[in-house]
């Protein structure tokens, strides 16, 4: 999955090609590690961190975080090689 198993998004919001995810990690390495799945991802470009506040409640730590980027719903193909003459 692109989600780290213990980080959770609380909102989703897309407008005019710009997604903005906002949510909780129990670590700022999880937060880093969706960030470079949306990277990796033929649907995203241009993630950017906006922001991150360390959290406690009940003696639980986390990361409160959002972040930023261009989405594409038709991602570009990637270019075949052209076949190779026949011997």
């Not at 959770?8 to 590690?33: C, H, N, P, R, Y």
């Amino acid at each position: 999955t692109i989600t780290p198993k213990r980080l959770w998004l609380t909102k989703v919001e897309e407008k005019a090609g710009a997604v903005t995810f906002a949510g909780a990690a129990s670590t700022i390495e999880e937060v880093s590690d969706f960030m470079t799945s949306l990277k990796a991802s033929p649907y995203f470009r241009d993630v950017e961190l906006r922001k991150t506040a360390a959290k406690s409640e009940k003696a639980i730590k986390y990361v409160e975080f959002a972040l930023g980027a261009s989405v594409t719903y038709a991602p570009k193909k990637a270019v075949a090689a052209p076949p190779a003459a026949a011997r």
